[in-house]
């Protein structure tokens, strides 16, 4: 069993929906994650939390804008998509960012964009 | 800038047969994670390798971590259907604000009867 959280698993939005996807962990990390994967691509970083504070922003279109309302939730919301932001969105906790330790990961939120 | 790299890149092996798995990394890093995928699924973490030297083992699977090298290997002993996945090594990166990291491309290994 996942100890980290995602819901929904699978979401289908079209490009003028506004939709969130959402990741609890109660294992008292401090450091949250988002991912993106692509098909039989690694994830790629999207955002690190530290502290419930943004820590990095690996360049990623405002479109997608992440929230750490405390430091057992992080959401993902989601505006104006296009459809290659098809993908597998996945979250993970670590105990902290710094130095970078071994993540834990949700199960993953599917998204598709029509 | 890390680069991770990790070959193969696809495997298929025979029941019973032993195999290697490479990561290699450009750049000083002294933890390194390995992580299993299998299709339409999130990442496992498989093992932890923390420091110079570190072996771990857990049944068919065993990592171990050279950081001279900058090397870390995954060997499969006697390989069964089940360890059919993806796996992936990621190299902690200390640069920038915040570390993070690095994965690689990931190994797809098919195991056959």
């Known amino acids: 069993d996942t100890e980290v959280t995602q819901t929904p698993k699978h979401l289908v939005m079209g490009m003028t929906n506004k939709k969130s996807l959402k990741c609890e962990q109660h294992?008292?990390?401090?450091?949250m994650y988002w991912y993106k994967q692509k098909a039989k691509k690694p994830p790629e970083l999207m955002f690190v939390?530290?502290?419930?504070?943004?820590?990095i922003n690996e360049s990623v279109p405002s479109r997608f804008s992440p929230e750490c309302p405390n430091s057992s939730l992080l959401n993902l919301h989601l505006h104006a998509l296009q459809p290659e932001d098809s993908a597998l969105y996945l979250c993970a906790s670590s105990h902290r960012a710094s130095p970078p330790g071994e993540l834990f990961f949700g199960e993953g939120s599917r998204l598709t964009v029509l | 800038e890390l680069k991770v790299e990790q070959n193969p890149l696809f495997l298929s092996m025979q029941e019973g047969k032993n195999y290697t798995i490479y990561c290699n990394y450009s750049t000083t890093s002294d933890r390194l994670y390995w992580y299993r995928q299998d299709p339409g699924k999130s990442l496992e973490s498989l093992f932890v390798?923390?420091?110079?030297?570190a072996v771990k083992q857990e049944g068919r699977l065993m990592a171990s971590l050279d950081t001279k090298a900058r090397l870390s290997t995954l060997h499969i002993t006697a390989a069964v259907h089940d360890l059919s996945a993806t796996y992936f090594c990621a190299v902690a990166n200390y640069g920038g604000s915040q570390g993070n990291l690095i994965f690689g491309k990931g190994t797809k290994l098919s195991v056959k009867p």
């Open positions: 939390y530290s502290y419930e504070k943004l820590s």
């Open positions: 390798l923390l420091s110079n030297g």
């Open positions: 294992m008292g990390h401090r450091a």
